[in-house]
């Protein structure tokens, strides 16, 4: 029998295996329970592997297998962390929310969405922004909500532990304003874009990376601005 947190990790590890096929990092474990520190998570995942619900992988750092569901699982669906499917939002010199991008068209065959792919956002040191419509990509039509949807390719390795790689297609969500905690596309000093979790420290603006290997980077309001919401992203194995 499982505590209700218990099940709740269960869960969200779970799902974010299926999704992205990466175990989520403590930091976003901790926030989709709302636990107050780590070691409230390191004690259930204990508690999870003695029970024989996961599996800790050797020589792997964070890896987790999920070895079995509780039968609850069907009427359970906890998914208050990072759940990608697609990512819109709009990237430029300026901040610009009027400004209208290439809408989404459906195919020929009604079945998948055409998304623009404006360019390249670094996960890693910023680099310039890039504003144009290189090419378009098709996505089903239920990875896309409401408003305005971009798609970036992703360079770098900043990200990886929130399940995003160099390489991959991130979807974002056209937004000039985000909640603390969230993957957005920040422009830094009007000139260079980077795809980072969004935090707030006092009154300035914390851009973290998901790598141990990256240092969080902290400006003033002004120097920030949100350009869109992550939303989802699309993986291609070669």
Known sequence: MLTRKQQELLLFIHERLKESG???????????LDLASKSG???????LEERGFIRRLPNRARALEVIKLPESYAA?????GFSPSV???SLGKEQ???????????????????????GRIAAGVPISAIQNNTHSITVPPDMLGAGEHY???????SMIEAGIFDGDTVIIRNAVTATPGEIVVALVDDEEATLKRYRRKGASVA????NPAYETRIFGPDRVKIQGKLVGLIRRYH
Not at 76 to 80: D, E, T, Y
Not at 96 to 116: G, I, Y
């Open 22 to 32: 990466v175990p989520p990092s403590f930091d976003e474990m901790k926030e989709a």
């Open 41 to 47: 998570i390191h004690r259930l995942i204990i508690a």
């Open 76 to 80: 359970s669906s906890p998914r208050k």
């Open 87 to 89: 990512i819109e939002g």
């Open 96 to 118: 610009k929310p009027a400004r209208s991008l290439p809408q989404p068209a459906p195919s020929q065959d009604n079945a998948s969405v055409s998304v623009p792919v404006m």
């Open 151 to 157: 798609a970036l390719e992703v360079k770098g390795d």
């Open 207 to 210: 851009l973290e990376a998901a």
